[in-house]
């Protein structure tokens, strides 16, 4: 499937759910892609990617942007407070704030830098334990504590548990927004991005879609 499906895909979805054209922010993710597909879309006039690790983004985007000019890096993979410093200098939104340690370090980072990325809270919808977010009931307590930082959060992530219907979380993950008057949702991926727009999703987040399969080491 190519970039241009994509993108007519999420209008139609967009029209389909009653949502003004231009309403959801296509994110390619990027990540482990060889540069050479990562070009190709870059050609196309696409400019909002997707990157789960720092380093590799830090290791792509300073000589793609040298070559392309501006391109928005959203981190959507989890963040180290060690890389903290380097994701905010690299990174338009980081969408995986997942601890209070993690806000507390941008927090004071912010302060000392004199910017911030747009931050997104990511939410275990599941509850599962081996995956990083803030529990459901846990959300507006970490909401407020974030706004209390002074932290520009602009709204809610979430992973769906890949045995489930993804629509059960994306509804909860609209809910928890709405209560705590947060406009972004970053939720859906390749296989349910239609979705996730029906029940409001802002940004999605699209890999194997736009570049195929990752070609093995």
């Not at 690790?53 to 407070?81: M, N, S």
Request: charged content about 20%.
């Amino acid at each position: 499937m190519s970039l241009t499906d994509i993108q007519s895909q999420i209008t139609a979805a967009e029209t389909n759910a009653g949502r003004a054209p231009g309403a959801v922010t296509l994110i390619a993710v990027s990540k482990v892609q060889p540069n050479d597909r990562v070009a190709a879309v870059l050609d196309q006039g696409h400019r909002v990617f997707g990157e789960n690790r720092v380093q590799e983004a830090a290791d792509k985007w300073p000589g793609f942007r040298d070559t392309y000019g501006d391109v928005d890096v959203h981190l959507i993979g989890p963040l180290q407070t060690n890389k903290a410093r380097q994701a905010m200098t690299l990174c338009q939104a980081i969408h995986s704030v997942d601890r209070p340690k993690l806000a507390n370090t941008l927090a004071r980072l912010a302060q000392e830098i004199g910017t911030c990325p747009d931050l997104f809270i990511q939410v275990n919808t599941g509850e599962e334990p081996q995956k990083a977010g803030i529990l459901p009931q846990d959300t507006d307590a970490f909401v407020a504590q974030c706004r209390d930082l002074d932290l520009p959060v602009r709204g809610l992530m979430c992973i769906p548990p890949v045995d489930e219907e993804p629509s059960l979380h994306f509804a909860l993950l609209a809910k928890l927004a709405k209560r705590n008057d947060l406009s972004g949702l970053s939720m859906g991926m390749s296989s349910d991005f239609a979705s996730a727009i029906a029940l409001g999703a802002t940004h999605v987040r699209v890999g194997s879609a736009i570049f195929g399969a990752r070609t093995p080491a």
